[in-house]
């Protein structure tokens, strides 16, 4: 089927290239020119495991073409919404203005009987409001929520959890369901789950999904302080109560927290539509999930402060990791980027590495050092950061790790390392939530 994609970003870019590898015939759209020229070529603007391979097969089977002129999508049966919804300046709410701009671009292009598909992450109500817009020229509005995660973005996409639609009421919202039946026959074909709903409830999915993996993080993350007072393990805690079947051991790594393009961001604008609709209160435990999340980049800082004796000026710090999580060049609201930034602050000369995060990292953060070579991020180190769980750090000789630094003094912020191989090779070892 002819489809479109408005939006190449982290999701869209992805989902342009598996809707073209399930056979499909995909026109991808997006406004930034260096990107699409980028695409064009078959060559991906971010790093994401498998999808260079999946972009150059589907552009270079002619499957897939991409433009910044949305005029191109005219023919397209269905119209996938993929841009971005990033939190707005000055406050906790979503930034809609891509969305709406999206949306007015393609509605002058569609056919009666096409599908508009919103992806983004919005507030509820935002579908039941862009409905109109869509249905005045004969189109329909599904709203099909994304659940897929950096690093596992091409499988998670061909192979979700599950697929939700929110449609309307109605033989519309039935034809439309079926049309995107038909789009995602692969992936229903093995079995996927599927929940077709109104487009509140559809909404709510995907915030509420966001909100609960960021409160067992901060849940951990919790213990984790309390471990620090009273001389627990929270790693050993956390195996402990992940062995019930009910809590299960999955999003229970303490560390660093949650950061990137999503988690952080969700959960405050789902805080701030619960206010306007005067719910606040059932999400405002939300506020404490965010806030015990920021509390661990504070106390990585503190520790590498007291491990320094005090101070940390003059000092070389080597921080590992910059992207949020590891697999993705990703530095969005990045935990282990932040902690470097505030080490910099505090006058520390902070030297960063990443196997894939540095030219985004240095965008945002240009006043840091950055190393590619990952011994040479270690040269001379007085204390050593371990902030992203790359498998580059741990699969670093602890030995060799310890000849070349000053003074062999780890901090593992995300329970990357072999604690008692590091400590054997004579480093002193600490982890945030462990004695
Ligand atoms: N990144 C993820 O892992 C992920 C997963 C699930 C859901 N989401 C949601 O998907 C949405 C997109 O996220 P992302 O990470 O891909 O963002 P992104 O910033 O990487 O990409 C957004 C893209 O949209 C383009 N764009 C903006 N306005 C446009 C317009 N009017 N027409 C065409 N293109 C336009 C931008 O140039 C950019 O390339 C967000 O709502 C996000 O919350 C993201
Ligand atoms: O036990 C854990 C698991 C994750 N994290 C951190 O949490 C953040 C988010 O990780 P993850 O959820 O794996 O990455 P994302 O790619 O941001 O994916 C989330 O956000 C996407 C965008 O909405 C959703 O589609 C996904 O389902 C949801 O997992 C990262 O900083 C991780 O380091 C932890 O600190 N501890």
Redesign the pocket.
């Known amino acids: 089927m002819r489809v479109s994609v408005v939006g190449l970003g982290y999701l869209g870019a992805v989902h342009a290239a598996s809707m073209a590898s399930l056979g499909h015939e995909v026109v991808g759209v997006d406004v930034d020119v260096a990107r699409v020229e980028s695409l064009a070529l078959g060559k991906s603007p971010f790093f994401e495991p498998g999808f260079d391979e999946l972009l150059a097969r589907a552009v270079g089977a002619g499957r897939l073409s991409v433009t910044s002129d949305v005029a191109a999508v005219a023919g397209a049966r269905v119209h996938f919404v993929c841009v971005g919804t990033p939190q707005a300046a000055g406050s906790g709410a979503a930034d809609l203005s891509f969305v709406e701009a999206a949306v007015s671009s393609l509605v002058p292009h569609l056919g009666p009987g096409e599908v508009v598909v919103g992806k983004s992450?919005v507030p509820v109500g935002t579908a039941a409001r862009l409905a109109a817009r869509v249905e005045a020229v004969g189109a329909t509005l599904v709203w099909n929520p994304?659940?897929?995660?950096?690093?596992f973005a091409v499988a998670d996409t061909l192979h979700p959890d599950r697929i939700v639609y929110g449609v309307p009421d109605g033989e519309a919202g039935r034809r439309a369901a079926g049309l995107l039946d038909e789009v995602y026959a692969a992936p229903l074909a093995e079995g996927t789950p599927q929940v077709v709903t109104d487009y509140a409830t559809a909404e709510l999915v995907?915030v509420a999904?966001?909100s609960f993996?960021a409160t067992?993080?901060s849940f951990?993350n919790a213990m984790a302080e309390l471990c620090e007072v009273a001389g627990g393990d929270v790693t050993r805690l956390a195996d402990a109560i992940g062995h019930d079947q009910r809590i299960g051991r999955?999003?229970?790594?303490?560390?660093?927290?949650?950061?990137?393009?999503?988690?952080p961001k969700?959960i405050r604008a789902f805080m701030a539509r619960a206010d306007e609709l005067g719910a606040g209160e059932a999400v405002a435990f939300l506020g404490e999930v965010d806030a015990i999340n920021t509390r661990r980049r504070a106390r990585m800082v503190e520790l590498a402060v007291e491990v320094l004796g005090g101070d940390v000026a003059g000092a070389r710090v080597a921080v590992l990791g910059a992207a949020?999580?590891p697999d993705?060049d990703d530095v969005r609201d990045s935990?282990a980027l932040d902690v470097a930034a505030r080490l910099d602050g505090l006058g520390g000369h902070v030297v960063v590495h990443d196997p894939q995060a540095i030219d985004n990292a240095r965008r945002k953060e240009p006043s840091l050092a950055y190393e590619r070579d990952l011994e040479a991020a270690l040269t001379g180190a007085d204390v050593v950061l371990v902030l992203?769980e790359w498998r580059h750090y741990r699969d670093l000789d602890p030995a060799r790790a310890a000849a070349l630094v000053a003074r062999p003094q780890v901090l593992d912020g995300?329970g990357a390392l072999d604690r008692e191989a590091w400590q054997a090779a004579g480093w002193t070892y600490r982890a945030l939530g462990r004695p």
């Open positions: 992450t994304e659940f897929l995660r950096e690093g995907k999904a966001n993996l067992k993080i951990i999955k999003f229970l790594n303490a560390g660093l927290g949650f950061g990137g393009g999503c988690l969700d949020f999580k993705s935990p992203t995300r």
